[in-house]
């Protein structure tokens, strides 16, 4: 089954075991409804275990959840720092244009029809969020060097995103010099 990041717990709250958590889509309705919820700890390949959900409070711009079992501060801030991790059915639902990270890490990025690189992470940045772009410059014989761009997500340099091809058109190659 394949897991989604929707959040991170940012820090404990108050003195009763809550967590102040991040939602990464900027909704927190698909958190709230939940019974329980898997935090994991140390990133992909980290530690997963499930947490019952006894209440949420608060909004988007500060959502705060009681675990069943975190009763104290102390308790509460060892979970600072895990990610929030779903079912894709119980994740966020994309609009028209929003795609998860997973999925556009799994694209390659084109450029007329000819594979540039390979998108091996989103950041977010000043304007917007960027892929970040793994190129292969160098011979065909093996001694290629590996380098990263960034390309801001944004039409102006990002054309059409084929999810079932699994690529991304860049509309200007300068971007990655």
């Known amino acids: ?28 309705e698909h958190i709230a409804n939940l019974a329980a919820i898997d935090l994991r700890m140390g990133g992909v390949g980290g530690s997963i275990k499930r947490y019952e959900i006894e209440a949420v409070e ?5 959502m705060l959840v009681k675990f069943k079992g975190i009763d104290t501060p102390e308790a509460a801030k060892q979970l600072s720092g895990a990610e929030l991790v779903v079912p894709r059915d119980k994740a ?4 028209k244009g929003e795609y998860y990270v997973s999925d556009l890490c799994q694209c390659v ?8 690189g390979t998108i091996t992470g989103v950041m977010e940045g000043g304007a917007g969020d960027l892929l970040e772009v ?9 001694d290629a060097k590996l380098t990263t761009r960034l390309v801001p997500f944004r039409k102006e340099f990002v054309g059409k995103v084929d999810m079932k091809a699994k690529t991304v058109e860049l509309m200007h190659r300068w971007i990655l010099e």
Do not use: I, W
Not at 109 to 116: A, D, I, K, P
């Open 109 to 116: 990025l084109v450029y007329q029809g000819s594979v540039v």
């Open 92 to 95: 966020c639902p994309c609009n």
């Open 134 to 142: 793994s190129l292969t410059e160098g011979s065909e014989f093996g």
């Open 58 to 62: 608060g909004s988007a711009h500060c």
């Open 1 to 28: 089954m394949e897991l989604l990041v929707t959040g991170l717990v940012r820090s404990s709250h108050g003195l009763n075991g809550f967590v102040k958590v991040e939602s990464f889509s900027g909704e927190v």
